[in-house]
């Protein structure tokens, strides 16, 4: 059953609304927003409206139950501003309807109600409602029919009203009542409340009450009752004293300067039914007020948002807080919300079903739209959902590195991969709990929102304590209050954890716990080791009472332990669970068994034959298969460390295995696990051995009472930390987890590192880690052929030091190479093969160490190697480098711009076989300049913007010589990497783009290569907020039309990246916004070689540099195009022309194709590479194809007598290759004189014949 969330008799249509997984309010100011489950899924989705930056907009967003909204964007509803929004049920059939109201795009005022559907779509309702815009909506049951009614005010387009409107039995149509006859009203000063408690709900507007006639339709004005309010701009009904009487709360613009609360005195039977109890900010009509329980103490709170100009003059957004009902509110000072201006909204409602009531906000802050959720934290304070992430995209986050730590794998949220929670301290000494959720792809992300105790020195561990099949959480350790805790939270099964503060355990830390259920009721039971809050020693086992709470079994005599190390395991075969315990005891070091007697009570069984050992691990597991359980052991003795192999006897007793030869070592960590999937038990042991050392190896079971060191496998060696194995992919094969502290160059430093099982006796650490950088640059190839596409960064780091890093990509994700790249400072980076031997070199431009310019050429040698090519060419920074065969010679050369330190250069540097020449060719000095056939002659042509500020466009005439054509003068003044050149209408030219002045200008191709002028895409200054705007371009959303991504952009009042969509109608849609960063870069590239285009970013955010990826994971997915055919060739002079029939994509336009060419000498060298795999076709650089839109290009320089082969294949607007197309050879012939006789030479050949006369 559909239920409205509404505060005791104050009708605020505020419904449980859906946390978008991952979607960003859209934000807005002269707007209204509500709560309602329109689905029944018992989260609260939301409905916003107002004027965004560029649009008027309505839309609802959809509440995914894990803290994160997905918009609705098939619903295509009217945008409004000066609007007002109501969800209702209006013809209850058990699912909510909406109405909205407000001023449309055309200026006219609109009121729609629209039908829920039940599929997540909305049908729009014939009504005879009259339009309006400045006003409200209040959706109740005046005559008490079951029936919700309309009751509207505001600007109907030609004056103020205030009508109601009978709900006729639900069939979707409406009668006015006109009996009615209330007076006109504008903007939020019509409320609604039962005042008199009659059951009939009656109305307030501008401070006067009108009483609701037994609903006859007919309101009587009540002035007596309401002679000492004050005629307020904002009035709100609310229960402040809970004795069940409406009270109410009042704000008046020309009043002197207060909000004021009145109380119902009814009950007393004076003349006046409202008198003023206390006051409050004033906020002028374009503010809201409304009422929260937010500290769960039963009385309903006051927050406030507006401005309170005429007084102060500032903008507010304050929480009152009721003082019990007394009378009186104070501000809470501890609630930080960003204070609005005019035009502001309030919805409040629990969106994620914590019992704790949040808010969302709408408005003006600092000139700018804004939209905020504000979740309550349930500690009386509230935190803002910023900026999150679209639902098509999922990104992982850096891992926190922590040591004196704990961590284990669950599939907390049940979805079928396993996800961990780590506790301990990182590298900044900050106590650290944190969950991290599987995203499918080898990679998690934190989840930020799950808010739990932060410890170290403890333990942490996952189980079913309630067996409602969901995860719980059991932690231990010590806080950054140096309390000593020990807490269980319940997994609620929507992402979230409730703290059960029921549930009485003793604290402690420097030890262990363990879930059990050692009395076999089939509910788990705890085990805790460890120091309690007064350094006692403590080993305590805590019975489930099946009700939500555990009891000390204190009969339960067990040695108290701290450094220890714990673990339940039937190593007797009698289906009870009995106990592994080692640690410092009040005696010294000791290593026991306690047996599980079946009645309650345990026996220490003192024949075992273990080593005492204190700073240890244990771990049960049968590793010699004979079905009972065998022990792995580690820790210090009085003199050593030791690590231990005991092979249960099958009688109580067990033998040390001393054939089994591991290196000592204590305050670490062990593990078995099958990783090879021989069926024979391997183990993973890490720790500190005796000379202080850290030691991490995997030992291979040879199933003949025997373990070989893997020395293959390479995994960090750790101290303090933890060990735990789960397929986190699903392969069938362990992967590890790694915490602890380890020793990098000298420093020690904290770490959590995931290793995947490749199935190949081996495990491999993914990289979650990336080197974040700001003022950087990155640019992308498959630079080592995996199949991959790999990324190479370039910057500055946190101290501010110049930085590169290279990570190459596998099957399981990116990995750090050791492969060092030269760095420069302000500088660039650009792939390509300019040497024709498959494998991408490497431009690089920049300031070097001693402050001067510099272009490097790396020679990429195909072994994870790079060398410098020694070919010298002119330094620059500032600049920019790019590759393309100008002269259709099969050979790369490039185009370079930028600063050398005196002036501004432009040149081009043509490849010779055997390094590379200035040509002759002028230009004047630019900060970039790009190569693109504007033209389409099969000649590549460049773009740039020169030293005196125009944009210039010189046409290649072949031969090296470059002609002038288009001189854009009146753009001036575009900087670094502030243009773009890219076909976004797909009728197979290339268009330009330029960003000037916080506008985007936009000049179209005509087609032969002219542009008319430039058109103003965008004009708002709000577009762009840095002096760095990097363009990138291609279809992430797979819908054929190239995308314009942005980063650098301060949207809502958080930094983001800006993802503009073209329509088929070559217009921009509202952007898709995503978390972004200041001073870096964003692009695009298939990272996980899916064939769709996913998003790197790197840069400042929130004063902590990043860099992130977000893979594309939409519901539609990318198909390659189709193969050319009927390839072609014939021959003029010395040149060699190719042809070959376009091709067809499903998703992007057969013009809107380019093409890409490969040509080798059979048996000889490769005359002109595609940078793609020619089996696969997959690319090895994320760009258009090397012909561009041409399906014919030619080639020059070729042997006479040689035979050669040639293919090309198609790439689409998302970068992905075709196959290429069966290979075709011709032979160049010598040349020779014809004869005026006709002659058949080489008949049926594969031969270009080339003729003289």
Same mark, same amino acid.
């Given at each position: 059953m559909k239920q409205l969330i509404a505060f005791p008799l104050v009708f605020i249509f505020s419904l449980s609304i859906y946390n978008s997984v991952f979607a960003q309010f859209t934000p807005v100011n002269s707007g209204d927003v509500a709560w309602g489950d329109y689905n029944d899924d018992d989260y609260p989705d939301v409905l916003l409206t107002g004027r965004s930056i560029d649009w008027l907009i309505s839309k609802i967003y959809k509440n995914n139950g894990d803290s994160t909204f997905t918009e609705l964007t098939e619903l295509n509803l009217p945008g409004v501003y000066a609007s007002s929004v109501a969800w209702f049920d209006y013809d209850n059939n058990g699912e909510l309807d909406f109405i909205i109201a407000g001023r449309s795009e055309d200026g006219s005022p609109i009121t729609k109600i629209y039908k829920n559907n039940g599929d997540e779509t909305f049908i729009e309702q014939s009504t005879n409602l009259p339009g309006i815009q400045d006003g409200s909506i209040n959706c109740f049951d005046f005559d008490n029919d079951g029936y919700p009614d309309v009751l509207l005010g505001g600007y109907d387009g030609s004056g103020y009203l205030t009508k109601l409107y009978k709900n006729n039995n639900g069939d979707g149509t409406f009668s006015e009542e006109t009996a009615a006859n209330l007076p006109a009203s504008i903007d939020k000063t019509v409320t609604v409340g039962d005042y008199d408690n009659d059951g009939y709900i009656d109305i307030l507007i501008y401070g006067v009450l009108y009483k609701n006639n037994s609903g006859d339709g007919t309101f009587i004005e009540q002035n007596t009752v309401t002679s000492g309010l004050i005629r307020g701009d904002l009035g709100l009904f609310f229960d402040y004293n809970n004795d069940n009487y409406p009270d109410l709360i009042i704000s008046n613009v020309s009043y002197s300067g207060f909000t004021i609360i009145y109380e119902n005195i009814i009950p007393l039977s004076l003349p006046t039914f409202y008198i003023p109890v206390d006051t409050i900010a004033h906020i002028n009509e374009d503010g809201t007020i409304s009422v929260l329980d937010y500290n769960n103490d039963t009385y309903l709170d006051i927050i406030i948002v507006g401005d309170t100009a005429g007084y102060n003059s500032s903008a507010i957004s304050r929480v009152y807080k009721n003082n019990n009902g007394n009378g009186t509110f104070s501000i809470d000072p501890s609630i930080n919300i960003i204070p609005l201006g005019t035009t502001t909204a309030i919805a409040c409602g629990d969106y994620n079903d914590d019992d704790n009531t949040d808010f969302i906000i709408s408005g003006r802050y600092e000139g700018e739209p804004i939209t905020k959720l504000y979740s309550n934290t349930g500690t009386n304070n509230f935190k803002t959902k910023g900026v999150s992430i679209p639902e098509q995209f999922s990104t992982f986050d850096p891992l926190h590195n922590v040591w004196i730590s704990s961590g284990e794998f669950a599939d907390y949220d049940n979805d079928g991969f396993q996800d961990f929670i780590i506790i301990g301290l990182d590298n900044d000494s900050e106590y650290i709990t944190k969950i991290y959720k599987n995203n499918r792809d080898n990679t998690f992300s934190e989840q930020k929102q799950i808010q739990l105790h932060d410890v170290y020195n403890g333990s942490v561990s996952w189980g079913d304590y309630n067996n409602d099949n969901y995860q719980d959480i059991l932690i231990t350790g010590r806080d950054k209050d140096n309390n000593i805790i020990s807490k269980i939270y319940k997994n609620n099964g929507n992402n979230t954890f409730s703290e059960q503060t029921q549930i009485e355990l003793i604290g402690i830390y420097y030890g262990s716990v363990a879930w059990g259920d050692y009395n076999n009721d089939n509910y788990l039971d705890i085990l805790l080791c460890g120091r309690d809050d007064f350094n006692e020693r403590r080993s305590i086992i805590y019975k489930n009472d099946q009700n939500g709470n555990f009891?000390?079994?204190?009969?339960?005599?067990?040695?108290?332990?701290?450094?220890?190390?714990?673990?339940?395991g039937d190593y007797n075969n009698d289906n009870y669970l009995d106990i592994l315990l080692t640690g410092n005891s009040a005696n010294g070091e000791i290593s026991k068994i306690y047996k599980n007697n079946g009645n309650g009570t345990f026996t220490e069984q003192t024949q075992t034959g273990l080593t005492d050992v204190y700073a240890g691990a244990v771990a049960w597991g049968d590793y010699d298969n004979d079905n009972y359980l065998d022990i792995l052991l580690t820790g210090y003795t009085v003199t050593e460390s030791i690590s231990k192999v005991y092979k249960n006897n099958g009688d109580g007793s067990f033998t040390d295995q001393t054939q089994i030869n591991l290196k000592g070592i204590f305050f670490g960590s062990v593990k078995w696990c099958d990783y090879n999937n021989d069926n024979n038990l391997d183990f993973i042991i890490a720790g500190r051995d005796d000379s202080d050392d850290t030691y991490s190896k995997v030992y291979k079971n040879n199933g003949d009472n025997t373990f070989t060191e893997q020395l293959q496998i390479e995994i960090t060696p750790m101290r303090s930390g933890s060990l735990d194995c789960a397929?986190?992919?699903?392969?069938?094969?362990?992967?590890?987890?790694?915490?602890?502290? *380890?020793?990098?160059?000298?420093?020690? *430093?904290?770490?959590?590192?995931?290793?995947?099982?490749?199935?190949?006796?081996?495990?491999?650490?993914?990289?979650?880690?990336f080197q974040a950088l700001e003022n950087s640059f990155v640019s992308f190839a498959d630079f080592d052929k995996n199949g991959h596409i790999d990324m190479l960064m370039t910057g500055q780091d946190s101290d501010t030091l110049e930085n590169s890093a290279l990570y190459t990509t596998t099957n399981y994700g990116f990995q750090s190479t050791n492969i060092t790249v030269p760095v420069l400072k302000n500088g660039s980076t650009s792939w390509g093969d300019y040497n024709n031997d498959g494998y991408c070199d490497l431009i690089i431009t920049g300031k070097n160490e001693l402050g001067l310019a510099q272009t490097l050429i790396l020679q990429n040698s195909g072994n994870n190697k790079f060398m410098e090519s020694g070919i010298y060419v002119s330094g620059v920074y500032d600049g920019f480098a790019e590759w393309a065969d100008y002269n259709n010679d099969g050979l790369l050369d490039f185009v370079l711009s930028g600063n050398t330190g005196s002036n501004l250069i432009t040149k081009i540097y043509k490849n010779t076989g055997n390094g590379f020449i200035e040509t002759v060719a002028s230009f004047p000095g630019s900060h970039h300049a790009v190569w693109s056939d504007c033209n389409n002659d099969g000649l590549w042509d460049i773009l740039l913007a020169d030293i005196n500020a125009y944009t210039k466009i010189y046409e290649n005439n072949g031969n090296d010589q470059f002609q002038l054509t288009l001189n854009f003068g009146d753009i001036a003044n575009i900087s670094f990497l502030d243009f773009s050149i890219f076909d976004y209408n797909n009728d197979a030219y290339d268009d330009i783009f330029i960003y000037k002045n916080d506008k985007l200008y936009f000049l179209k191709n005509q087609g032969d290569g002219t542009f008319p002028g430039a058109d103003i895409l965008v004009d708002n200054s709000y577009l762009f907020s840095n002096s760095i705007n990097y363009f990138s371009t291609g279809d992430f959303n797979i819908d054929g039309i190239p995308d314009l991504l942005f980063n650098n952009q301060r949207y809502n009042g958080d930094l983001m990246l800006k993802l503009y969509e073209f329509t088929n109608t070559n217009e921009l849609k509202e952007p898709l916004l995503i978390p972004g960063t200041e001073k870096g870069i964003s692009a695009f590239g298939d990272f996980d070689g899916d064939n769709d285009l996913d998003i790197f970013i790197t840069g400042k955010s929130n004063d902590s540099l990043i860099t992130k990826i977000y893979y594309n994971n939409g519901s539609v997915h990318n198909t390659v195009p189709t193969s050319p055919s009927n390839l072609q060739f014939h021959c003029n002079a010395d040149t060699v022309f190719i042809s070959w029939d376009k091709a067809t994509d499903t998703e992007t336009p057969q013009a809107g194709l380019t093409y890409n060419c490969y040509m080798y000498e059979v048996g000889g060298d490769t005359i002109w590479?595609?940078?793609?795999?020619?089996? *696969?076709?997959?690319?090895y650089l994320p760009k258009t194809g090397n012909t561009g839109h041409n399906n014919q290009w030619f080639i020059t320089g070729l042997k006479v007598a040689k035979w050669y082969a040639w293919s090309v294949q198609t790439v689409d607007n998302s970068f992905a290759g075709s196959s290429f197309a069966s290979e075709s050879t011709f032979r160049l012939a010598p040349a020779f004189v014809a004869q005026p006789e006709n002659k058949t030479v080489c008949e049926a050949s594969f031969v270009i014949i080339r003729v003289t006369t």
């Open positions: 009891e000390e079994q204190t009969q339960i005599e067990l040695i108290g332990v701290y450094n220890s190390s714990v673990a339940w397929d986190i992919n699903n392969d069938g094969y362990k992967d590890l987890l790694l915490t602890g502290r *380890t020793n990098i160059d000298g420093i020690q *430093t904290a770490v959590t590192q995931i290793y995947v099982n490749n199935k190949k006796e081996n495990l491999i650490r993914l990289d979650y880690n590479h595609s940078m793609s795999n020619h089996f *696969t076709g997959k690319r």
